[in-house]
């Protein structure tokens, strides 16, 4: 009890010593969040490899709402996605060379670059070994101690020369996806008793086409394969300034080794704040399925959204999960394509009338919203709204849906940390933070 009674002692010590007043960040223009007062967010660096719109300036620098784009490298996302889905093909590895480059490769470069990644995706016997003895049933700190591991297997981990980043990029792009297949498997046998299957790796197959393999076999379409891999692309890559992305540039301006830093990363996305989100929708999801009776009545669904937002309904905290975004205004672009691939794929699904419910959920979300927060600043859909729908419609556990989050974003880590090891300025991130504890007398133990 007196251990307790500590614990508790020091619990309440520290909500005390936390306080600082809202009215201390203005009295010295903190951003809170490294967030402007106007919502934009307060520029920390400089990139030639995303760009992230989500609103312009007026003639008097004022925000101004818009379409929210998304561009790789100078490329609009939907320039990059709709010749993808036209022609029926793959491009997530395209994608991949596009942004830790910077150009688009030719044929001959893709093939080399596809090939590559095959050749790399298998994991040592050891890391094997290793992963069948690991205990956890969260699939993203096995990710990240594998990732650590890694470092014990690279015969150069702290070599930050250019070559061996991109040799390090290419190697844990491939084998994220051998990571997280092998590592739910094993999850699923010491959980749930079911068999444990270790498949290799195919030559020749895409990293969707693997990945899907390495978890289910052949239970899955091409379809679905193509979704997973036009799933990737759309979340590979999404500025400096989103927070793992962020986190990787920040431990990578140390000189750190690049599992550190990845690592680092990985345990940014896997808060529910970040890539952790979809998981919320689809459970949001499930929820009102159960309790909206008719799921084309705008009018029962608006009145339950209604008790959500008045804490009254659901989990009570007062959100509708998967609407707003901190960039983002009238669209999120990630949202717009997403919603169209979920449409493609529960027509073969059977699932149409669950799709035209959640379009139905983001319509009045936004409405409701709108309404109950008295103003007139736009919101939209984000990324995590129909992200977790197409995991689901392609049969994949929610236990794994944010490391595929990782799977994808790797690749925007690795062209992020690749850029801030190469400017020819390189500097710690080492912003400041301003103290408003006066100063104490010291008093001896006796006197306290």
């Not at 402007?36 to 101004?64: A, C, F, P, Q, W």
């Not at 044929?107 to 080399?112: D, G, P, T």
């Not at 051998?178 to 590592?183: F, L, Q």
């Not at 704040?273 to 608006?302: C, F, P, R, Y």
Request: glycine content about 6%; hydrophobic content about 35%; overall charge neutral.
């Amino acid at each position: 009890m007196k251990k307790e009674y500590l614990i508790y002692k020091l619990s309440d010590e520290i909500k005390k010593s936390c306080v600082i007043p809202h009215e201390a960040f203005q009295q010295y223009g903190v951003k809170r969040g490294l967030r402007n007062e106007d919502g934009s967010g307060v520029l920390v660096g400089l990139t030639n490899i995303g760009n992230v719109v989500g609103y312009e300036r007026d003639e008097n620098g004022h925000l101004k709402a818009c379409h929210g784009k998304l561009y790789y490298r100078g490329y609009e996302l939907d320039d990059l996605v709709t010749p993808l889905l036209e022609e029926k093909r793959f491009g997530f590895e395209e994608i991949a060379y596009l942004l830790l480059s910077g150009n688009l490769p030719d044929k001959e470069n893709l093939q080399m670059f596809q090939e590559l990644i095959n050749e790399n995706m298998p994991l040592d016997h050891r890391t094997i070994v290793h992963l069948v003895d690991l205990e956890g049933t969260n699939i993203m700190n096995i990710l990240a101690r594998c990732v650590l591991e890694m470092y014990t297997f690279d015969p150069t981990p702290d070599d930050i020369s250019r070559d061996n980043l991109i040799r390090q990029a290419i190697e844990l792009i491939a084998k994220f996806p051998t990571i997280v297949a092998y590592a739910y498997n094993i999850y699923r046998h010491s959980v749930q008793g079911r068999s444990l299957h270790i498949r290799h790796p195919r030559e020749k197959k895409t990293i969707a086409e693997n990945f899907l393999y390495m978890l289910k076999h052949e239970d899955y379409t091409e379809l679905d394969a193509r979704m997973l891999d036009l799933l990737l692309i759309i979340q590979a890559e999404h500025g400096g300034g989103n927070n793992s992305t962020f986190t990787v540039r920040v431990t990578s301006s140390t000189r750190t080794d690049t599992y550190s830093s990845i690592a680092a990363g990985i345990g940014s996305l896997k808060g529910p704040l970040h890539g952790g989100a979809n998981i919320k929708v689809m459970d949001m999801l499930k929820h009102l399925k159960e309790n909206i009776s008719q799921w084309t009545d705008s009018d029962e669904l608006d009145a339950y959204l209604n008790k959500m937002l008045n804490k009254k309904a659901y989990d009570k905290t007062g959100l509708i999960y998967g609407i707003g975004h901190a960039v983002y205004t009238m669209s999120d672009p990630r949202a717009v394509e997403l919603k169209r691939l979920a449409g493609e794929l529960a027509k073969e699904k059977g699932r149409e009338d669950e799709y035209n419910f959640l379009k139905l959920i983001e319509q009045e979300s936004i409405k409701c919203i709108t309404k109950f927060r008295k103003t007139q600043k736009p919101i939209c859909a984000n990324l995590d709204f129909y992200s977790g729908f197409i995991y689901d419609m392609i049969g994949l556990p929610s236990e794994i849906y944010t490391p595929i989050f990782a799977m994808a974003r790797i690749v925007g880590w690795m062209a992020h940390r690749i850029e801030e090891l190469n400017f020819e300025d390189r500097r710690i991130i080492r912003p400041a933070y301003k103290n408003t504890q006066e100063a104490r007398v010291y008093k001896s133990i006796d006197q306290r």
